[in-house]
């Protein structure tokens, strides 16, 4: 089950030449979330080349490369001021690894190929996601992968009906400043997770991150089991790797429930009392899946998918998940 609403394309590049998104200064520290993910998901990076698609103004990106120092990064934005505010920053921190170009997911290829694409909180905000998945897919090498983060549907939903009331008011009332005010509409900072950027956050930070939350003319939210209508025709496999929470993240080990490496879910986390755990454990992983994202309504979750021999650089963990709860696994769920 997806939540969609029409494309505006004129909204959404006006609102990030207005809000640029997730930090609107070159003065903000970077975001390093993306990169511990992907650090989690992935073996070596040393010598690959990666596409963040959708890098707004870079401070995710940066962080990516700071934290992958023999990695080269290509990150892509259709809003020029976004670049213009990720250039400042990959010049502040010396990144010498990272370049832009101002282009569009779906728009004309840019001619060049790539073992990673990352693009999280993006894709769902495409009008049609799934194109946007193939476009991604013909940008990866025979052996690529791909890191991605969407909205969960359930911890979702009530910023879903609280931004189609916004949208409703402001066709009225073009104020949406003060409406966002006199609702008491405003997006929480560690919404989708533990903040994993130094920066302090001030009002001009707040409001970009509120603008894109209840603003932006286009959104999807997802449940688990929507993953194979986005990824199965371009990727044999795919896997649902952590999902967030207000104020929290965590690994999923689907093969260990009893997993305490860094960050991972417990089925102790999910279920404190014994018999409800014993009841759990004894579901297939499939519907351990789903039982996780029921108990925990998540704001929002990551997924790793790819093709080719990509599964031979991933992390053990999430090896084991394909073999065991492959989202994308032909001939039904």
């Not at 939903?157 to 009225?172: G, N, S």
Request: with cysteine.
């Amino acid at each position: 089950m997806t939540r969609s609403e029409h494309t505006y394309p004129g909204d959404v590049r006006e609102l990030y030449e207005r809000f640029p998104y997730p930090l609107p200064t070159s003065a903000a520290e970077p975001i390093f979330d993306t990169a511990i993910g992907v650090d989690l998901a992935f073996h070596d990076l040393d010598g690959r080349r990666v596409l963040d698609a959708g890098c707004g103004t870079g401070h995710r990106l940066v962080a990516l490369a700071l934290q992958f120092p023999d990695t080269s990064f290509l990150g892509l934005d259709f809003s020029s001021r976004s670049i213009s505010v990720a250039e400042e920053l990959a010049g502040r921190y010396g990144c010498a690894n990272v370049e832009f170009v101002r282009a569009e997911i779906g728009g004309t290829p840019l001619g060049r190929r790539f073992d990673v694409i990352t693009s999280t909180g993006v894709i769902h905000h495409l009008p049609d996601p799934a194109a946007g998945v193939t476009w991604l897919a013909g940008h990866l090498e025979p052996d690529g992968a791909m890191y991605t983060w969407f909205y969960h549907l359930y911890g979702e939903y009530d910023r879903l009906l609280e931004r189609r009331l916004i949208r409703l008011l402001a066709d009225t009332d073009g104020d949406v400043g003060r409406l966002l005010g006199d609702l008491k509409l405003s997006l929480s900072m560690v919404r989708y997770g533990s903040d994993t950027s130094h920066s302090a956050v001030d009002d001009e930070a707040h409001l970009a991150a509120t603008a894109d939350a209840y603003l932006h003319p286009i959104v999807n939210a997802y449940e688990f089991d929507a993953v194979p209508g986005l990824f199965a025709e371009q990727f044999p496999w795919a896997v649902v790797t952590g999902v967030n929470w207000p104020d929290g993240s965590g690994t999923i080990n689907v093969a260990d429930w009893s997993d305490t490496g860094f960050g991972v879910i417990t089925a102790e986390r999910l279920f404190a009392e014994p018999g409800t755990r014993a009841a759990f454990l004894a579901l297939d992983p499939r519907a351990q899946l789903h039982c996780l994202e029921l108990a925990l309504r998540p704001t929002g979750f990551s997924v790793v998918c790819g093709r080719g021999a990509s599964l031979g650089w991933c992390t053990t963990r999430i090896q084991q998940s394909v073999a065991l709860a492959n989202l994308c696994r032909r001939g039904g769920a």
